[in-house]
């Protein structure tokens, strides 16, 4: 019973994010995200203009123009901190994905049997919280699971797991910033 239902609910948030991207990806942007300091501004192409006006649509006052210098969101791009998105795909790299959302800034991978042992598996989610580089803006979920028989079975994770990822992802955030002010 339980496992069908975080099946479905695993399901549903597998399609939000597929829905998510596939939506992501009607937009015409100008913007190339592979890093931050090759980002163009908007107002330079031809599809800029907007049935709201200059600017377009700002939701919840988190529009283009909060986005600000620096601030690694970027307008019209991911609505995240650029650097720690691509330091936890960095990080998590070795991990199937499930699902990555970068406008809503979490990242979901699939279960993960490490080959030394088969018998346990991970998954691991990532929630990117802040448009700036901070220390609390990203925070790591860890779930462990170990074989009893046919089935898998809810494992304790370690409690400093979660942190130790997190302290990875913003050391690689902070290592992708000082090469990109060079």
Do not use: H
Request: glycine residues 12%; contains cysteine; hydrophobic residues 40%.
């Amino acid at each position: 019973m339980a496992m069908s239902k975080f099946a479905r609910i695993a399901r549903v948030a597998a399609a939000l994010g597929v829905a998510g991207l596939l939506l992501g990806a009607c937009e015409v942007s100008d913007i190339a995200y592979d890093t931050p300091d090759k980002r163009t501004r908007r107002g330079q192409g031809k599809y800029d203009q907007s049935i709201f006006g200059e600017g377009g649509f700002n939701f919840f006052g988190l529009g283009n123009k909060d986005a600000g210098e620096g601030s690694g969101g970027g307008p019209g791009g991911i609505s995240v901190n650029s650097y720690l998105w691509r330091a936890s795909l960095d990080t998590i790299q070795f991990m199937p994905l499930a699902s990555a959302d970068p406008f809503g800034g979490v990242i979901i991978t699939d279960w993960y049997a490490p080959p030394e042992t088969p018998a346990e598996r991970f998954k691991i989610n990532v929630y990117i919280l802040d448009r700036r580089l901070i220390a609390d803006g990203v925070r790591a979920a860890v779930f462990k699971q170990r074989q009893d028989g046919p089935a898998w079975v809810d494992a304790p994770v370690n409690a400093s797991t979660g942190t130790e990822l997190e302290n990875a992802i913003l050391t690689r955030a902070r290592q992708l910033r000082i090469a990109t002010a060079k």
